[in-house]
């Protein structure tokens, strides 16, 4: 009876002990699946805090917050690439001139180098010219390496926050005592390679070792007699330059660049254009826009160029959109190469202009048999992904944007999966040299020894409730008082603002020089470089200095400033974006 007993038990134990097996492992399993599953869909969708890979808002956003200032909403400046590229590191050099592309920085510990070689080659200056103190006419010989090396002693003394690169052998200046040199030089906040022309006059003379030393040095740009360097051919072009030099119309004391060359690609020949392979973005819903629209939208079509190894066919003209205009209207004709570095863009880039791709794409169907016109590839809508295009063989992939707005924008291209291995190329894109050297003018007569302070007003100073306090805050006794206890007095004081009115920040005269954009008309008027280069791009017609370049010219400057002064949060606790928004 018991083993009876004992049996049953056994029996009705085990199947309960296996359901309850079975049960765990299958709920095991399930969560297994499921977590995988979940995996999965984070795999696929989960996209890293990556600049490239951020959505349009976001990146909008991240690349209009300049460097903890107050530009983002009333001036819409995009970040380009020297911004967004590590800093060039300075590395030793020589003090010999040497190429312009691989020349590193001048540091005093070469300059010793070069002072002992000198030493050694070259016969010791006379006693009886340092006992006098001064040269006697034809006496001083500027070409010696021994003024060179002085120059840039002294530069390196006088600029701390500069670069100096590629001296140039110095010359003679206007009386005999006087010597004029010049050199590229980089700020050395700046992010990007490229680099800037000064000359200046030095007077030369002798210290107590009777060694050359400067005894007074020029202002910015005032050696004439070394202006003019080494040039490359090139330097100007237009909308039809096809890359041959154009003779610029600019006045003879100009201190024109002669190292810009922005001028327009060729394909060659018809050959060259059959061989190539072409990405055409016909014009879309982002004509007229911001201009931080337009550069994510344009960068979205050259970074698909890229991946595809195409030629971007990219269209010069440009439309500035009403934001940045006082008719508040749209202005069309507006070029490319007034605001970014078209010749940058073309080194590490493969583009070509939109007018000279269709005249050669008219041309060969015209010359050809039907059957051996151009292979098009037309694509009517952004939903045709670049990993679809990756293997077509057409000469020419023809995007169209036809469709209505927002679907006829460009970026939607990199949107969703494509925005997995399309990067955006950001390093091909830099500020117009031209705009810059604007800016480096501006700080250079500074002596690039200045503070800086940005003041909004404008609507924001208008708008009591989303800035309650901005106005009040920013009246010019306010300001007094604030910049006190941040700036020391008589400083040279950089104020970039949008307030119109230019006598509103004359009580900031009595303890500061201060310096406006307007105090700089001339460096875009109509006796300028800026004025006559862009001029000729624009085939012989003036071109504005616009909103857009005038807040960039502004922004720049602002950057320099050794102290930078912000409106919010230095001038007033009103938060950036308006209301509860800190």
Same mark, same amino acid.
């Given at each position: ?95 010999? @001139? ?71 052998? @110095? ?135 890229? +991946? ?195 006598? +509103? ?36 017609? @003036? ?40």
């Amino acid at each position: 009876m018991k083993d009876s007993s004992s049996s049953s038990s056994s029996t009705i134990t085990e199947p309960i002990g296996q359901n309850l097996i079975k049960l765990i492992s299958n709920l095991c399993f399930s969560f297994f699946v499921f977590s995988v599953l979940i995996f999965t869909v984070i795999a696929i969708t989960y996209q890293p805090p990556d600049p490239w890979l951020q959505s349009a808002p976001a990146l909008t956003q991240l690349f209009t917050r300049p460097q903890n200032a107050t530009f983002q909403i009333d001036t819409s400046v995009i970040k380009t690439g020297e911004d967004l590229s590590p800093s060039p590191q300075d590395s030793p050099l020589p003090a010999t @001139p040497i190429s312009l592309a691989a020349a590193p920085a001048v540091t005093e510990a070469l300059i010793d180098k070069s002072e002992e070689k000198i030493a050694n080659s070259t016969p010791p200056i006379p006693s009886a010219a340092c006992a006098a103190g001064d040269f006697a006419p034809g006496t001083l010989n500027c070409s010696d390496p021994r003024v060179l090396i002085a120059v840039q002693r002294f530069n390196l003394r006088a600029f701390r926050s500069i670069a100096f690169f590629d001296y140039q052998t @110095p010359v003679n200046g206007s009386s005999p005592s006087e010597c004029d040199v010049a050199w590229r030089f980089r700020n050395k906040r700046e992010k990007s390679w490229r680099k800037y022309r000064d000359f200046r006059r030095f007077k030369i003379g002798f210290n107590n070792d009777c060694r050359y030393e400067v005894v007074h040095a020029g202002g910015w740009h005032s050696g004439a007699n070394a202006r003019h360097g080494p040039a490359r051919a090139a330097a100007g072009g237009n909308g039809k330059g096809k890359g041959k030099t154009v003779p610029p119309r600019i006045s003879s004391n100009s201190n024109r660049d002669d190292e810009i060359n922005d001028t327009i690609p060729t394909l060659g020949s018809e050959i060259n254009f059959r061989n190539g392979k072409y990405l055409y973005y016909s014009r879309g819903g982002d004509y007229c826009k911001g201009m931080n629209h337009y550069m994510w939208s344009f960068l979205c079509g050259l970074g698909e160029a890229m +991946y595809l190894n195409r030629t971007f066919v990219m269209d010069l003209s440009m439309c500035l959109s009403a934001t940045y205009n006082p008719s508040n209207k749209d202005e069309e004709g507006k070029d490319f190469r007034y605001y970014f570095d078209f010749e940058h863009l073309k080194e590490v880039a493969s583009i070509v202009e939109e007018g000279e791709f269709l005249r050669d794409w008219k041309k060969w169907d015209r010359t050809h048999l039907k059957k051996r016109k151009v292979p098009v590839r037309k694509v009517v809508t952004h939903k045709v992904t670049p990993l679809q295009l990756k293997k077509d063989k057409s000469t020419i992939i023809w995007r169209q944007f036809d469709a209505p707005e927002p679907e006829n924008y460009w970026y939607r291209v990199c949107e969703g999966q494509a925005a997995k291995y399309i990067q955006r190329p950001w390093h091909a894109l830099w500020k117009s040299k031209r705009l810059m050297n604007i800016v480096t003018e501006i700080s250079g007569r500074m002596d690039w020894d200045f503070d800086a302070v940005h003041v909004v007003r404008g609507e924001k100073a208008q708008n009591k409730e989303l800035w309650p306090h901005l106005d009040s805050d920013t009246l010019p006794d306010a300001l007094v008082e604030k910049l006190k206890g941040m700036v020391k007095p008589r400083r040279n004081l950089y104020i970039a603002t949008n307030e119109p009115y230019y006598n +509103y920040f004359d009580k900031l005269r009595a303890n500061y020089k201060v310096h406006l954009l307007d105090d700089y008309k001339e460096l875009w008027g109509n006796t300028s470089e800026w004025y006559n280069e862009t001029s000729l791009l624009n085939n012989g017609r @003036p071109v504005e200095f616009d909103g857009y370049m005038r807040v960039a010219v502004d922004t720049e400057v602002f950057y320099r400033g050794k102290t930078r002064v912000e409106t919010f949060y230095n001038l007033t606790q009103d938060c950036k974006d308006g209301v509860n928004t800190c």
